[in-house]
């Protein structure tokens, strides 16, 4: 069985890899030469862990990565893993898939096999029949179903974690038609997670899937967010404690309870929006959803205060960013709440250092020379009169008061509360945790 991968961004290069690395014969696709040269080299186009030992494993064995799209007419199996970026309007930007799906389908139609397209591009409902399969069958001269078959297939990986998730997914959604070729989609996935639950469904509903996962997601973290807040003026509150217990409630459970600055990274808030806005495309009032953005977005408002009740007039003042990616393990900036936040400062005039030990040179490409880049944890605290910890990483765990000495106010702010219960010589504010 060949297979190809059109498109290696996060999900479409940990895909290759990983079915490359298990021994099946794989073609990665991406129309950026430059990239696409990098990843035959086995370097990575951005850091994600275990990404790079499992795509060198790949090439050694049955990966072969190219910018020709002609050589996906000899495979079986074509997955569709192009971005759908987000609009000013909130609604997704198609244009990238329409491009590789057009290019798909007078490739396909030379070939004599019956392919199976798997979209894991998230699109929203009505997309795959509307949209990408007109495309397909106009380019192809074939119809869905008799010379190849659309199959609607989300993603749910996480960034820090997409190699364990691409392996051992929690679940496979197929979306389509029940006839021969769904049950060859099936068997494939059968045969790569034996034990991982198959729901076979309609292509609208599996659009669906990957909106009411995400949105869901978002809405546990605007929740304890919501909480931590309150914790906040309730003296001697604990917001882990709470959602500790609360988390070993099976009716709830403990993932995506970590109270924080707000929700970030290039999926959950795009979807929010794309969601938000199909909702009201389709004639409903998403209340719910709508609240649980307003709730992200003020959370910023929060840390700012904090900071202004400690240090008064922000202007001028030497501040210090511990964690510019949206989560620990990426160098993913995109939708970051800490990024966010140095603007805002900016805007009141302030002067920013941020650390970061993998996200620095994307932190460059949005400031440039306005803020200063430390390449040490103690470098970037040097002069600080406030220090706010956005991103945990297990390095900063190891901030302690031999290095916030050189600090020239020692006032720390820990939006995660990596250090809550350590002895530190300073003012020290644990997001969530009232005083």
């Not at 998230?122 to 399969?133: F, H, M």
Request: with cysteine; aromatic share 6%; charged share 25%.
């Amino acid at each position: 069985m060949k297979i190809g991968i059109v498109g290696l961004g996060f999900v479409g290069l940990s895909l290759s890899s990983v079915l490359a690395s298990k021994g099946y014969e794989v073609i990665g696709i991406d129309n950026d030469i430059k990239k696409s040269e990098k990843i035959s080299k086995g370097k990575l186009p951005f850091f994600e862990p275990d990404l790079e030992k499992t795509l060198k494993n790949g090439l050694r064995k049955k990966l072969t990565i190219s910018n020709n799209f002609s050589l996906i007419e000899v495979c079986d199996i074509i997955f569709v893993t192009v971005g759908t970026p987000q609009k000013l309007n909130g609604t997704i930007e198609l244009s990238i898939i329409k491009k590789a799906v057009k290019e798909i389908g007078k490739v396909i139609k030379k070939s004599k096999k019956n392919q199976i397209i798997f979209i894991k591009s998230t699109v929203i409902p009505g997309t795959l029949l509307n949209v990408i399969l007109p495309i397909i069958e106009k380019e192809s001269s074939k119809k869905n179903g008799r010379g190849f078959e659309l199959i609607s297939n989300p993603e749910f990986l996480q960034e820090s974690r997409a190699i364990q998730d691409t392996k051992f997914p929690h679940a496979v959604v197929l979306g389509g038609y029940k006839n021969k070729n769904m049950q060859k989609a099936k068997n494939f996935f059968s045969k790569l997670h034996s034990k991982t639950p198959i729901i076979i469904t309609n292509h609208q509903t599996a659009e669906m899937v990957k909106y009411a996962n995400n949105s869901f997601l978002a809405t546990k973290i605007s929740f304890i967010n919501q909480l931590s807040n309150i914790c906040q003026n309730i003296p001697g509150s604990n917001i882990d404690d709470i959602a500790k217990i609360i988390g070993l409630d099976p009716r709830i459970g403990g993932k995506f309870l970590n109270a924080g600055p707000g929700y970030g990274g290039s999926c959950l808030p795009k979807d929010m929006k794309a969601l938000i806005k199909f909702a009201s495309d389709v004639g409903i009032n998403p209340a719910l959803l709508n609240a649980v953005e307003k709730i992200n977005e003020n959370q910023i408002n929060e840390i700012i205060l904090l900071i202004t009740k400690e240090i008064g007039i922000i202007s001028s003042k030497h501040i210090t960013i511990l964690g510019t990616a949206f989560k620990p393990n990426t160098d993913d900036v995109r939708e970051s709440i800490s990024i966010e936040l140095i603007k805002k400062l900016l805007n009141k005039k302030a002067k920013i250092t941020i650390y970061d030990p993998k996200a620095t040179e994307n932190t460059k490409n949005i400031f440039g020379d306005k803020i200063i880049y430390s390449k040490s944890l103690i470098d970037a605290l040097n002069g600080s009169q406030c220090a706010i910890i956005m991103t945990q990483w297990k390095e900063f765990e190891n901030l302690n008061n031999i290095i916030i000495k050189k600090m020239k106010k020692k006032i720390i702010i820990d939006c995660r509360r990596i250090l809550a219960g350590s002895k530190l010589n300073a003012k020290y504010y644990a997001l969530g945790i009232g005083k």
